[in-house]
């Protein structure tokens, strides 16, 4: 054993991973990786909260009350956190992605695995996040890894069964990566459909903020659930026509996610359409939310991206509308369903 610069006990031949980013999903995800045998470094802004976890085994701001294993530290230093990383676990909110990666890239070992844990597609380019990654970080898309599926992050912090996908291009990575994160509680499966597995993960967080917005109005059951179908429908579209495998959307990090996403009052971006369709304003509802929710941002760039593969999108769009074009909830409600009428299955 040895002592690290955190004044972590270090354990030779364990697989060391850093871990970008120590909101809760960020701090579950480390926790995961220390269960299944793993030296994790947090990397986070703020030394008060790097000093609480390394002190109290506590993230107090986004896990309270879950102690952290004893082989999770948390350091600002992200070079100090890319020491030896075998994995480079990103987990920031993706609109800030490549000014962070720029930064970091440099510093993270020549052979390591850059694995993004966040569901969004940048504005502006419209690029995934594994795209993000290929092009900032100049590393192939053999060694970049997606894990994606219905993990809200509470639950597993509380150790609670849940099942997951890691997807890589190489599935000689997509299985090392498995074996690194694959507790008794966290059942981790591979896949090489990263696009669909990305998809799968940024266009749940639309449909998320669409089935909150229906609840926050009132609306039932039957409502909610035509929304979760037709939006997986809408993602199937835009994953088909982006090379993507259909049978992912009907897997963990498609249909899994998005019944997650949809019905927990876990997800933030659930709640925070919540509080939309109960009519508070858009900067009424971001004042009281602690985190990012994903779709706020990403329903535009969603948008722009069926765009640009000729992808109709008509839930994402109204979502779209709703949130940054100030459409009423209840209008927004009657233009989808004044649509033409047509066949389910085209």
Same mark, same amino acid.
């Given at each position: 054993?040895?002592?690290?610069?955190t004044?972590?006990?270090?354990?030779?031949?364990?697989?060391?991973?850093?871990v970008?980013?120590?909101?809760?999903?960020?701090?579950?995800?480390?926790?995961?990786?220390?269960?299944?045998?793993?030296e994790?470094?947090?990397?986070?802004?703020?030394p008060?909260?790097?000093?609480?976890?390394?002190?109290?085994?506590?993230?107090?701001d986004?896990?309270?009350?879950?102690?952290?294993p004893?082989?999770?530290?948390?350091?600002? $230093?992200?070079?100090?956190?890319?020491? $030896?990383?075998e994995?480079?676990? &990103?987990?920031?909110?993706?609109?800030?992605?490549?000014?962070?990666?720029?930064?970091?890239?440099?510093?993270?070992?020549a $052979?390591?695995?850059?694995?993004? &844990?966040?569901?969004?597609?940048?504005?502006?380019?419209?690029?995934?996040?594994?795209e993000?990654?290929?092009?900032?970080?100049?590393?192939?898309?053999?060694?970049i890894?997606?894990?994606?599926?219905?993990?809200?992050?509470r639950?597993?912090?509380?150790?609670?069964? !849940?099942?997951?996908?890691?997807?890589?291009?190489?599935?000689?990575v997509a299985?090392?990566?498995?074996?690194?994160c694959?507790?008794p509680?966290?059942?981790?499966?591979?896949?090489?459909?990263?696009?669909?597995?990305?998809?799968?993960?940024?266009?749940?967080?639309?449909?998320g &903020?669409?089935?909150?917005?229906?609840?926050? /109005?009132?609306?039932?059951? @039957?409502?909610?659930?035509?929304?979760?179908?037709?939006?997986? !429908?809408?993602?199937?579209?835009?994953?088909l026509? /982006?090379?993507?495998?259909?049978?992912?959307?009907?897997?963990?990090?498609? &249909?899994?996610?998005?019944?997650?996403?949809?019905?927990?009052?876990?997800?933030?971006?659930?709640?925070?359409?919540? @509080?939309?369709?109960?009519? /508070?304003?858009?900067?009424?509802t971001i004042?009281?939310?602690?985190?990012?929710?994903?779709?706020?941002?990403?329903?535009?760039?969603?948008? $722009?991206?069926?765009?640009?593969?000729?992808?109709?999108?008509?839930i994402?769009?109204?979502?779209?509308g709703?949130?940054?074009?100030?459409?009423p909830?209840?209008v927004?409600l009657?233009?989808?369903?004044?649509r033409?009428?047509?066949a389910e299955?085209?």
């Amino acid at each position: 054993m040895t002592q690290g610069a955190t004044g972590r006990t270090a354990t030779p031949g364990a697989t060391r991973a850093a871990v970008y980013g120590t909101g809760s999903w960020g701090t579950a995800f480390a926790m995961v990786l220390a269960d299944a045998g793993c030296e994790v470094m947090l990397w986070g802004r703020r030394p008060e909260l790097a000093r609480a976890i390394n002190e109290t085994r506590v993230n107090p701001d986004y896990l309270p009350g879950v102690r952290l294993p004893a082989s999770v530290t948390a350091t600002t $230093d992200p070079a100090e956190a890319a020491r $030896d990383a075998e994995f480079a676990v &990103l987990v920031v909110p993706s609109q800030t992605l490549r000014a962070n990666l720029a930064r970091w890239a440099p510093l993270l070992p020549a $052979d390591s695995v850059l694995v993004s &844990l966040m569901k969004g597609v940048e504005l502006g380019t419209a690029k995934r996040m594994s795209e993000v990654i290929e092009e900032v970080a100049g590393v192939p898309a053999r060694r970049i890894a997606v894990l994606s599926g219905p993990n809200l992050a509470r639950e597993i912090a509380e150790r609670q069964p !849940a099942a997951s996908v890691v997807a890589c291009a190489d599935e000689t990575v997509a299985k090392r990566l498995q074996a690194a994160c694959h507790t008794p509680y966290f059942r981790p499966y591979t896949n090489t459909d990263v696009v669909g597995c990305e998809l799968g993960g940024a266009v749940k967080n639309v449909i998320g &903020l669409a089935v909150g917005i229906a609840g926050g /109005m009132g609306l039932g059951d @039957n409502a909610k659930a035509s929304l979760i179908t037709r939006g997986l !429908a809408e993602t199937t579209r835009l994953g088909l026509a /982006m090379g993507a495998d259909p049978a992912t959307f009907a897997g963990l990090a498609g &249909l899994g996610d998005l019944v997650a996403t949809c019905s927990s009052p876990l997800s933030r971006n659930h709640t925070f359409g919540t @509080n939309l369709g109960r009519g /508070m304003t858009l900067e009424e509802t971001i004042a009281v939310t602690r985190q990012t929710a994903e779709g706020v941002k990403s329903c535009l760039s969603v948008l $722009d991206l069926a765009r640009r593969h000729g992808v109709e999108m008509p839930i994402t769009e109204t979502v779209a509308g709703i949130v940054h074009h100030g459409t009423p909830p209840l209008v927004a409600l009657k233009e989808l369903m004044s649509r033409s009428a047509k066949a389910e299955v085209r």
